[in-house]
């Protein structure tokens, strides 16, 4: 992994250091982008690359002028490494985009940035909208701050302490015998595709989503659901819980609303589909490897 050796061991906190910071990344996040010095970042994966040479792709409280680095909502986020200190900032449009930088995708930077800077950033981009969200209390419309003590936001006014939301949601692998259910959704390029997923309503389980969903995009049911792994995906803020399940029964009909095509794949001839810095990608690998 390319960026890993300067962001590994992610220590989250909320109380700013009181020392002078020397080492320092800002992820200034604008929805689903952040900014980035795009001269320092190889978007395409290279082994023989040194991992120092991931250094600086984001920018430093330093590099970003008065404007940004001055900027009150600003927040802490922790330290990477023992001494690389972590900000985040939700961007202000008002503001020039300093130069030599400019705003990439996080969805489109994940196969080159590693598992733990990936994961500092998936959690910059998820507070910066938590906080750009709720910039008033939603009980009596007032000013909320920040929460020194936990992370939260609070209502001076009416004392309404806001948590980050955390839509937790399955994405599952079903199998039948040898070939991996995979659909196509109407948002999908062509000839891409994916496992099937669904966010999980109030009061139902796990595994009562995961019938549920599989059944209401494909008509098919499932039988023997178990955990695989899970991902936060912060777009904008979902825990994607990665299942495995089989096929039990049912005839393929896709719902025409979301999903437009859906079929069983062997790994011989499995479609365009994510890479494995998703949880979905990760599963297809598995499959791959347990059935090719």
């Known amino acids: 992994m390319v960026f890993n050796s300067i962001y590994e061991r ?14 320092s ?8 982008k952040l900014l980035i010095k795009p001269d320092k970042l190889h978007m395409e994966p ?21 404007e940004l ?14 001494s690389l200190h972590c900000f985040f900032l939700p961007w202000d449009p008002a503001i020039a985009v300093p130069e030599g930088m400019e705003f990439r995708s996080l969805k489109a930077m994940y196969p080159v940035l590693g598992e733990d800077i990936g994961l500092v950033a998936s959690r910059a981009i998820h507070l910066a909208g938590w906080n750009r969200r709720n910039k008033y209390c939603g009980v009596c419309g007032r000013i909320t701050r920040r929460d020194d003590t936990e992370l939260a936001r609070v209502c001076p006014a009416c004392g309404n302490h806001i948590y980050p939301k955390i839509s937790p949601a399955i994405i599952i692998a079903v199998i039948k015998e040898d070939k991996l259910l995979l659909a196509h959704n109407k948002n999908f390029r062509e000839r891409w595709y994916s496992t099937l997923a669904g966010f999980i309503e109030p009061g139902e389980s796990i595994e009562a989503c995961a019938e549920r969903e599989v059944y209401e995009e494909v008509g098919i049911k499932i039988k023997n659901i178990r955990y695989f792994a899970s991902q936060p995906w912060p777009f904008p803020d979902s825990l994607m819980i990665g299942l495995i399940a089989e096929y039990e029964s049912g005839e393929i009909r896709p719902d025409g609303v979301e999903i437009d095509d859906a079929d069983f794949f ?27």
């Open 266 to 292: 062997s790994a011989a001839e499995l479609p365009d589909t994510p890479g494995r810095h998703s949880v979905a990608g990760r599963m297809i690998e598995w499959f791959i490897g347990q059935y090719r």
């Open 46 to 66: 290279d082994p023989l690359r040194k991992p120092e040479d991931g250094e600086g792709i984001f920018p430093a409280l330093e590099e970003l002028g008065p």
């Open 10 to 23: 992610f220590i989250p906190a909320r109380k700013r250091p009181e020392d002078r910071i020397t080492a």
């Open 25 to 32: 990344v800002v992820f200034v996040a604008d929805s689903d």
């Open 69 to 82: 680095a001055g900027y009150e909502e600003m927040e802490y986020l922790g330290t990477c490494g023992g």
